[in-house]
């Protein structure tokens, strides 16, 4: 290194500490937080476990009761075949009349693996009364050892063939809660908090509706 880049750096590092001199101790402690794990994040392996947790820090519940304009499924919709992962097969119209939890995730999404352990208290909460389809279109084996892994007991269904057009989504994970009625009274694409006492509430209407 010459003088000149000597003499650059000098006065870079006597920048540096007049800044965190002025900005104090916990300023540095957030900067090197910040930074750490910006470049935990440029690492693809670590990436993959860093971003759900990250990412369910900040989960909430839906912000607002929202279902499309079509929102009422057809007798074509409750027949779309899917496989659970033991390969049997199942179609929505199996719970048609019940509060059905439709959501489409992966096992390599980090958003999904952020709300999947909301899922799972929901699930818990509800058992049988409600009807939980998790939809991946990943293979069996996959989804069986994710599942193994994570203690996840909620049930996964294998998408085989293209979903209907008023499931359709381009972004995962997406959900739908679908009513006794039939129709789509909530859509939420992105991470969510489901176990939140919003959601349980609006579920707890349905369900005592339909008793």
Known sequence: MNNKNKHTMIKLFERLKAHYRKK?????????LFYGLILLFLIPGTRKKIAPLFIKSTLHPPLSIHAPANDKLSEADFQWPLQDISGNSY???QDEGKVIFLNFWATWCPPCIAELPSIQRLYDHYGEKISFVL??????????AFLQKNHYTFPVHIQTIQSPPIFQTRSIPTSFIISPEGKIVMEKKGAAKWDSKKVVRFIDKMVERNR
Do not use: H, N, R, T
């Open 24 to 32: 104090g101790k916990w300023a540095l402690f957030f900067d090197i």
């Open 91 to 93: 179609y929505l119209a």
């Open 135 to 144: 939809v991946s279109q990943e293979k069996p084996e996959v989804v069986q």
